[in-house]
């Protein structure tokens, strides 16, 4: 068993900041890359932030600057600092990890059950 869960969404004025938290717990032997995405509706969830256990980060054009994440990998948990935040950031935030069970098995990606992060004009 794999468990992620995400807190610190909530709603919040445009240009102001969110803090999200997603703690991956269960049966974990290690944890490659950590990631977030978010879908807005009508549209098709897009990667916001990827970072790999040795710190390496992706982030799109979209968020550059505004977007930060990180990841303490002692306790299993990935980080989304979000500031001047704007309307169109409006979405449910998922995060999600790719997992190793055991030594004996495959890396899986595994999913948080998402938080609504809403940004008012």
């Known amino acids: 068993q794999v468990q992620l869960v995400e807190s610190g969404g909530g709603l919040v004025q445009a240009g102001g900041s969110l803090r999200l938290s997603c703690v991956a717990s269960?049966?974990?032997?290690?944890?490659?890359?950590m990631g977030w995405y978010r879908q807005a509706p009508g549209k098709q969830r897009e990667l916001v932030a990827s970072i790999t256990s040795g710190g390496q980060v992706t982030v799109p054009d979209s968020v550059k600057g505004r977007f930060a994440v990180s990841r303490d990998n002692a306790k299993n948990t990935a980080y989304l600092q979000m500031s001047s935040l704007k309307p169109e950031d409006t979405a449910v935030y998922y995060c999600a990890a790719d997992v190793r069970r055991s030594v004996w098995s495959n890396f899986l990606k595994y999913w948080g059950q998402g938080t609504q992060v809403t940004v008012s004009s």
């Open positions: 269960g049966s974990i032997f290690s944890i490659n890359v």
